[in-house]
Antibody, heavy 122, light 107 residues
Framework: QVQLVQSGPEVKKPGASVKVSCKAS????????ISWVRQAPGQGLEWMGW????????KFVQKLQDRVTMTTDTSTSTAYMELRSLRSDDTAFYYC???????????????WGQGTLVTVSS | DIQMTQSPSSLSASVGDRVNITCRAS??????LNWYQQKPGKAPKVLIY???SLQSGVPSRFSGSESGTDFTLTISSLQPEDFATYYC?????????FGQGTKLEIK
């Protein structure tokens, strides 16, 4: 079955960086993009950006584009999201999700990884 | 950026009730609207994509409709497992944006 498995929880100090991994299985990795979505505790969902599984092309939300990097390793079917200069308000669950595309041009996220809690605290 | 306004933010209902959750886009997004369900401690799961297409494996009591920039998720007869938080999301243009969520609670 199609599955995304993320790396474990992280605790970081303000100013540090974190790198979260997302290992895909059950489908051809290069045929789909991966989006990253975060959710602060008790809050809503925020799309962070997207990376193509085919050529590594990326798109980011403007507020994060100076601090985030997204990469892929097609040899291991793994996507990575690195966030730098961490602040306390970056504390959140970080999810990867496969972006499914329909012929008519609709996009949706399915499935999602299980989430990785990143805690930023001094 | 496209703003998605979801209502209500919370809703109390009983098993067997019919429930509607609404999402309004700040501009035209055609039918590029998805609905997700999230249970506590779990990742979101897609229910409806392209405004009205039911994701494989999702019960038929879930349905989606649209009227201009207004979109509605309907649960025809609430079941105990449906009590969760629901989010709409536009995929018309990046940055993709979500509604603020609707928490559906047991009355």
């Amino acid at each position: 079955q199609v599955q995304l498995v993320q790396s474990g929880p992280e605790v970081k100090k303000p100013g540090a960086s974190v790198k979260v991994s997302c290992k895909a299985s059950g489908y051809t990795f290069s045929a789909y993009g991966i989006s990253w979505v975060r959710q602060a505790p008790g809050q809503g969902l925020e799309w962070m950006g997207w990376i193509s599984g085919h050529n590594g092309k990326t798109k980011f939300v403007q507020k994060l584009q100076d601090r985030v990097t997204m990469t892929t390793d097609t040899s291991t079917s793994t996507a990575y999201m690195e966030l730098r200069s961490l602040r306390s308000d970056d504390t959140a669950f970080y999810y990867c999700a496969r972006e499914v595309v329909e012929v008519a041009g609709s996009y949706w996220f399915d499935p999602w990884g299980q989430g990785t809690l990143v805690t930023v605290s001094s | 950026d496209i703003q998605m306004t979801q209502s209500p933010s919370s809703l109390s209902a009983s098993v067997g009730d019919r429930v509607n959750i609404t999402c309004r886009a700040s501009q035209s997004i055609s039918s590029y609207l998805n609905w997700y369900q999230q249970k506590p401690g779990k990742a979101p799961k897609v229910l409806i994509y392209a405004a009205s297409s039911l994701q494989s494996g999702v019960p038929s009591r879930f349905s989606g409709s649209e009227s201009g920039t207004d979109f509605t998720l309907t649960i025809s007869s609430l079941q105990p497992e449906d009590f969760a938080t629901y989010y709409c999301q536009q995929s018309y243009s990046t940055p993709y944006t979500f509604g603020q969520g609707t928490k559906l609670e047991i009355k």
